[in-house]
DNA sequence: GCGTTGTCAGACAGCGCTGTCAGCCCGCTG
DNA sequence: CAGCGGGCTGACAGCGCTGTCTGACAACGC
């Protein structure tokens, strides 16, 4: 049926072995031999077995991509970018949807690494909060790479923003325009990113003597629906505050909607900041000011470290951080007396 | 290093055929010994190696996902959607990203199917154009189902949506709230889609004595911008629709914010309608009225045709409608006097 | 001249599983 | 009680590839 590396070898001239060295570029192989390989595999379209490839060598050249379900918009740019490295590699992507609450996704975790199905995984928050699993696989040397992790202290590898630091620009850029009375909207506490960027958030206000008040602070979800109801609540307070900083565009959106339903015009009488800087951002009125978060670069360079720690390189650097930078678009202006 | 069939046959005391037997669920296995295999498979925690069964079987047990990497809030959906159908039947799923223009990405694909990694494809809009390519996989009896395909007459498996209904119902909706002046955002045209929802819309004016006019109609490509711009066109025309209906709720976002910056109020002086029922559509503010496309039912329904065909049953139904339906947000109202 | 090293190539086993086929046992029929 | 057929099981080959080992041959130093 399908071309095998037995024909191309007989078409060839050359012994099988002969054929796999030329696939997989191995030394000690003549010049002119190679030629007649390469051409005979064009001429017959060759295309070599993966699955036998897989099961000669015990690698099966896949990489896991573990995220939780909740945070698609997010994912869809980790898996465009980790696609796009795969691809330059010959690697394939398998995605394992997790939810850190059921042990059962944890196992079928375990399995794939059992059956070979997978070399690595990339972890996406909050995933890697499971510590029990991240153990489990660092036992069996299976290497993993993990995005904007819960715990930065343990030498394992990561790729994280700089949560802090964003959260401190865009906090000062909104003291810079005056306000003083200013909200924010939470995200899950599951991810560490929320509490950075609150950190972040806290930091700037002290390093302007600007007091902390925790009445401005709501809780959210990192979804719409939190930053709508938690929008409700922070513009009913009186004095209200003249600027809201959310913990993510989802929940900027939502700030926005309450924002409407209550007739109180943005920027002019209420600015509002997000972060992440997703497609949405630009896609709500006023779009969106907010802090992009280098998500595609961040995943590229996290598959990058992956493959090549399964190539065998030690990594010389576990954690890397990439700086987030402040995007102003229309959701943000000047305070104006109340 | 990792369990293998041999190991479990050992434990339990039986050959690796009837091991086999167990995990493949094939008859003829004596109760007793069946429940003798799973003991051992469950002590020893074993789960068969992927590669192996595949080299062996012939069979991948994967599918491909082909999309264009345009329509990415799309392609979440269906892809959640094979996700999960894939999960239950134990098939793993690649995805293909595949440029209508680009050779290469179809010469890729047919790669995928000469090293037996792929077992059949879901084609997803606009790739299902690609009609040598379809032929190809037609006459390697690669067995694929359409998504919302372009051509719906030759003989071939898909599910879509009735856009033409769904057109048609929303268009008559406008109506019925005493519109007379309505715009009509085109989506891109290599999408089968957009010319059946203009279809739709073209009819339901008829139905109700309403003249079409061309003028009212702007071309666009399903994203933000080209709404955005064509909003900016249709709201400078004089008379000014009273409503506009856009082929896709991400135009349909972008009609909101012409309208808000040009000041004019949605909906008590433009109604605003979209289509697809995206997450977005809720996001937005006035969040859209639009038409549910389900998505999701489709693409699981899709997935499960093509499980079915690759277990050697043939389609009884080869083409599957199914019904889109209005959801009536606040981004429309009654037509009030211009 | 011989041993040594380096380059190139092929024979062969085996990765872990499934398909094929042969064979056993048992209950049934005539 | 022989003959038969269906339920159940195992031996064995082989899927397409790679790892290991062995060998041929040329070039080199002593």
């Known amino acids: 049926m399908a071309v095998t590396i037995g024909d191309v070898a007989r078409f060839a001239g050359v012994s099988t072995k002969t054929v796999s060295r030329v696939i997989n570029d191995e030394p000690f192989v003549a010049e002119s031999t190679r030629g007649k390989v390469v051409a005979a595999m064009q001429e017959l379209g060759y295309a070599p077995n993966i699955s036998a490839q897989r099961l000669a060598s015990g690698r099966s050249h896949v990489l896991g991509l573990v995220f939780h379900s909740a945070a698609w918009n997010y994912i869809n740019i980790v898996q465009r970018a980790l696609l796009e490295e ?14 850190i609450e ?8 375990l399995r794939l690494v059992a059956q070979q199905t997978v070399d690595g995984f990339i972890f996406t928050p909050p995933c890697d909060n499971i510590t029990s699993l991240l153990e489990q696989l ?60 609150l950190a972040g958030f806290k930091a700037a206000l002290e390093a ?6 925790p009445s401005l602070v709501t809780a959210g979800d990192f979804q719409f629906e939190s930053g709508l109801s938690g929008g409700r609540v922070l513009l009913e307070t009186n004095p209200r505050p003249t600027a809201i900083f959310a913990c993510n565009d989802d929940m900027a959106a939502g700030l926005l909607a309450a924002a409407h339903e209550l007739g109180i015009a943005v920027p002019e009488a209420l600015s509002v900041a997000g972060f992440d800087d997703v497609p949405l951002a630009q896609q709500v009125w006023p779009s969106l000011t907010t802090v992009r978060q280098p998500t595609y670069e961040m995943a590229q360079l996290a598959a990058q470290l992956l493959l090549r720690s399964l190539k065998g390189e030690s990594l010389e650097t576990l954690h ?19």
């Open 208 to 213: 302007h003597q600007v007091p902390f008040d």
């Open 138 to 197: 660092q036992s069996q040397r299976i290497p993993f790479v993990r995005l904007a992790p819960r715990d930065c202290q343990v030498p394992l590898p990561y790729v994280a923003p700089d949560d802090w630091q964003g959260g401190y620009d865009m906090t000062q850029y909104l003291l810079s325009l005056g306000h003083e009375r200013i909200g924010f909207v939470m995200g899950n506490p599951d991810h560490q990113a929320s509490h950075d960027r």
């Open 320 to 338: 890397h951080v990439l700086p987030a930078t402040l995007v102003i678009r229309g959701s943000t202006g000047p305070r104006t007396s109340a």
């Open 86 to 99: 795969c691809h330059l590699e010959g690697y394939g992507m398998l995605m394992n949807p997790c939810d």
């Open 102 to 109: 059921r042990p059962a996704d944890q196992q079928e975790i």
